[in-house]
């Protein structure tokens, strides 16, 4: 079936139809192109490597930061400046209550 020439639309039907294409490309940006991966989100990276078991009571805050700086190239993105102090106290408080003689 051949489309409809734009003059033999009413106003309305043109209305539903720009409606349903402005839905269909934001269906289509919100959703990863098809075998693509997205891309790893360094705070949530960070965070999980903190409050995992992948560290022990000889860390110091500075092994902390360099494995933080490990995790910004691994995801190609720097952590802001408030997130990593948010993760270093994380990192503190964890450093505490799993070590509390180390502390």
């Not at 839905?23 to 959703?31: F, I």
């Not at 949530?44 to 009571?57: F, I, L, M």
């Amino acid at each position: 079936m051949a489309p409809k020439p734009i003059d033999q639309w009413s106003p309305d039907e043109l209305r539903l139809e720009i409606t349903r294409l402005t839905e269909e490309l934001a269906r289509r940006a919100a959703a990863p192109a098809a075998g693509r991966k997205q891309a790893a989100d360094v705070v949530k990276s960070c965070e999980n490597w903190v409050r995992g078991h992948a560290w022990d009571e000889t860390f110091t805050p500075e092994m902390v930061e360099d494995e933080l700086a490990v995790h910004e190239r691994k995801t190609n993105s720097d952590l802001q400046p408030m997130e990593r102090e948010r993760l270093l106290q994380l990192w503190r408080a964890l450093y505490g209550e799993r070590y509390p003689q180390a502390a």
